[in-house]
């Protein structure tokens, strides 16, 4: 079965860089959209950044330019490198596995990442 386990998560001060990793299993991940969301609580989980197989990646505005997501599909293995983290880039990130570009398959247990002010 499908298994997309997280790491990375913690606490940062704001303006400092974290990276997310997420392992990949029972899936061809050579050809799997995958992404990362966060949530926070109260609100809805929302996408921060999702990569095609050939590495085409989107973003939405509040994340451009700090956010990058890349891949490893030797390893299944996808990144999420977050750099000049803001307090309200604090949130439970999930990794997850697309099942269309706006459909997600299954998710990750989440990390959390928390940005100090």
């Known amino acids: 079965q499908v298994q997309l386990v997280e790491s990375g998560g913690g606490l940062v001060q704001a303006g400092g860089s974290l990276r997310l990793s997420c392992a990949a299993s029972g899936i061809i991940f050579s050809s799997s959209i995958m992404g990362w969301y966060r949530q926070t609580p109260g609100k809805q989980r929302e996408a921060v950044a999702r990569?095609?197989?050939?590495?085409?990646?989107i973003y939405p505005d509040s994340v451009k330019g700090r956010f990058t997501i890349s891949r490893d599909n030797s390893k299944n293995m996808v990144y999420l490198q977050m750099n000049s983290l803001k307090p309200e880039d604090t949130a439970v990130y999930y990794c997850a596995l697309q099942k269309t570009w706006s459909i997600v398959d299954s998710w990750g247990q989440g990390t959390q990442v928390t940005v100090s002010s």
């Open positions: 990569i095609t197989n050939s590495g085409t990646a």
